[in-house]
C-alpha cells in the first residue's frame, strides 16, 4: 500500500482552478521530485498535504489515515496526528527568530508534551551534529548563513520523527555555494530511506537523488516516471519544452 495516496485532488481560488483532479501515490522510501513551471501548483499541491491549504474536492490518504475523505476533512484531534507524519521545509526557512538553534529544533516536541525534556535535548543535539551544526546550537537565526537556517529547518522539522519529509524549493532562496550543503543534508536523509517530495528546480538532484519525477502544468500533473524518463525521453510537448529552457 502506498504511504500517501492522492486522488482527484482540486482546489480553487475563485473561479481559478489551481489543482484540476491531482492523483499520485508515494510509496515508503520514494524520493519524488516535483518540478514544472512558476504557477503551476506545485506549493499548493504539497501544502494541500499537510493542510496549509484547504482543498475543495478529493481524498488525501496518509499511512492508514484520510486527511481528507472525497472533500471531508478528517475530525482535529486526528487530522493533528494525520499531518505530524509529514515535517515540511520551506524556501524561506520560516525559523522562529527570537529563539536559539536549539530552541527552534525543541520548540514543538515540548510544547506536545509527550517527551522528557531530556530526551527532546538529546535528539536536539543528534540532529543539529548530523546537519553539521552541533557547535551553532546556541545562536540566533540572525547570526546564521542561509545555507545554516535552512539545515537547521530541516532538523527542526526532523524533531517530529515524521514519516514524511516535503521540502518546497529549499535551496531557491541560497547562493549556489550554500546550495550544496543543504543538497548534502538531503541526499543523507534519501540515503537513510527517508521518504521525500521534494519541489525543486535543481535538476541534477532530481537526477541523481528522486527514484520518481512528477512534471506538472497549469494544476495537472503531466506526467511521472523515473528521471530517466522524464529527462531523456519525456512524452508530452510541454515537458520538453519545460526540460529545453533549464
Ligand atoms: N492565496 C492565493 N490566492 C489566489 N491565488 C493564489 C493563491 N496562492 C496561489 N495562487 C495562485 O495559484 C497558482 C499556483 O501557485 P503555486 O504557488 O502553487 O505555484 P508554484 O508551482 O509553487 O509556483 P512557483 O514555482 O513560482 O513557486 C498561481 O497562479 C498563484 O498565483
Ligand atoms: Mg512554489
Keep these: 500500500m502506498a504511504l500517501i495516496e492522492v486522488n482527484n485532488l482540486k482546489k480553487s481560488y475563485g473561479q481559478f482552478e489551481v489543482l484540476k483532479n491531482i492523483s ?13 513551471p512558476s504557477g503551476s501548483g506545485k506549493s499548493t499541491m504539497l501544502r494541500s498535504l499537510v493542510h496549509l491549504e484547504e ?14 475523505k472525497d472533500g471531508v476533512y478528517a475530525k482535529s484531534p486526528e487530522m493533528k496526528q494525520i499531518t505530524a507524519k509529514m515535517g515540511m521545509v ?5 525559523l522562529f527568530p527570537h529563539l536559539t538553534v536549539k530552541e527552534n529544533l525543541e520548540l514543538a516536541p515540548k510544547l506536545i508534551k509527550k517527551e522528557s525534556a531530556s530526551i527532546i535535548k538529546n535528539r536536539s543535539l543528534d540532529l543539529l551534529d548530523k546537519v553539521g551544526l552541533a557547535e551553532r546550537a546556541n545562536a540566533y537565526p540572525a547570526n546564521l548563513s542561509g545555507g545554516q537556517k535552512q539545515r537547521v529547518a530541516i532538523a527542526r522539522a526532523l524533531m517530529m520523527n515524521p514519516e514524511i519529509m516535503l521540502f518546497d524549493e529549499p535551496t531557491s532562496a541560497l547562493d549556489p555555494e550554500l546550495t550544496s550543503e543543504v543538497l548534502q543534508v538531503m541526499r543523507h536523509l534519501a540515503q537513510n530511506h527517508m521518504t521525500m517530495i521534494v519541489v525543486t528546480h535543481e535538476m541534477g538532484f532530481a537526477k541523481e537523488v528522486a527514484n520518481r519525477v512528477m512534471f506538472m502544468d497549469q494544476g495537472a500533473i503531466i506526467e511521472s516516471g523515473t528521471p530517466s524518463e522524464i529527462f531523456t525521453n519525456p512524452q508530452f510537448e510541454r515537458t520538453k519544452a519545460f526540460l529545453k529552457q533549464r
Excluded: E, M, P
Design 90 to 94: 520551506f524556501q524561506h526557512f520560516n
Design 24 to 36: 499520485f501515490s508515494v510509496n515508503k522510501n520514494d524520493v519524488v521530485a516535483v518540478i514544472g
Design 55 to 68: 482543498i475543495d474536492g478529493g481524498t488525501i490518504r496518509v499511512a492508514d489515515d484520510y486527511l481528507v
